[in-house]
Structure formats: C-alpha cells, structure tokens
C-alpha cells in the first residue's frame, strides 16, 4: 500500500498549490481519500476528504471556499487545489485513506486521525507573508 503525495512547496500568501496523492496497492474506490495537514507543535488536522464513489466532500470551515478536492478514479489520484493561501496554511500535509463506510458521511470517515487505515509520508507547504 502507498500513498505518495506531491506538489508541496514554498508560495507567497494569496497564491496557490495543487498537491497530488497517487494511490496503490488497494481498492482505491472503496475508500475515502482525505488531507490532514500538521504545523509546527499542533496536532494534526482534517482539512478535506471525498468519498471516491458517490464524490461525497468534506472540508474544514478553515479551508472552505479556499481548497478544492477532487478525485481522478483512473488513475488512481486525489488532488486538492489550494488557493487564497495564508500564512496559517504552512504545515506539513498528508495523505490519507480511510475504508469506506457506506451509510456513513465524507466527514466522519476523515474526521480523527484514529480512523485512517493508509497515511503518506507528507509534503511540506510553506506560505510566506
């Protein structure tokens, strides 16, 4: 199993990154694929996550209307577009993967950190103001 995460990088605030998560080694379309982000001496977040069947969105108050998650089922990636970056939005930002309960939200399935199955190794996003 992997989930390998990409595009992280160094922006000014107000600009914008899309981070890319390329899965392998189960059943992408019977999970739910999400994005956590962990700042210095902060526990680690729920930012975004979408249900691969149905398209089921979840996002933290924090990042709505900014971020945009959005899954490409053939092959295997999830993105998240992040716009109208600040300077609170540096962090580290992983990927994760949660097996899909089918009677239950986006939200829940990457609401605790306890719940993921599949975690990536992170990538750094570092927004200066």
């Known amino acids: 199993v992997q989930l390998v995460e990409s595009g992280g990088g160094s922006v000014q605030a107000g600009g914008s990154l899309r981070l890319s998560c390329a899965a392998s080694?189960?059943?992408?379309?019977?999970?739910?694929i999400g994005w956590f982000r962990q700042a210095p001496g902060k526990e680690r977040e729920p930012m975004s996550c979408?249900?691969?069947?149905?398209?089921?969105?979840y996002y933290a108050d924090s990042v709505k209307g900014r971020f945009t998650i959005s899954s490409d089922n053939a092959k295997n990636t999830v993105y998240l577009q992040m716009d109208s970056l600040k300077s609170e939005d540096t962090a580290v930002y992983y990927c994760?993967?949660?097996?899909?309960?089918?009677?239950?939200?986006?939200?829940?399935?990457?609401?605790?950190?306890?719940?993921?199955?599949?975690w990536g190794q992170g990538t750094q996003v570092t927004v200066s103001s």
């Open positions: 979408i249900n691969n069947s149905g398209g089921g969105t």
């Open positions: 994760a993967a949660t097996r899909r309960r089918s009677d239950l939200s986006s939200r829940w399935h990457c609401s605790r950190t306890s719940r993921i199955d599949y």
């Open positions: 080694g189960f059943n992408f379309d019977g999970y739910v």
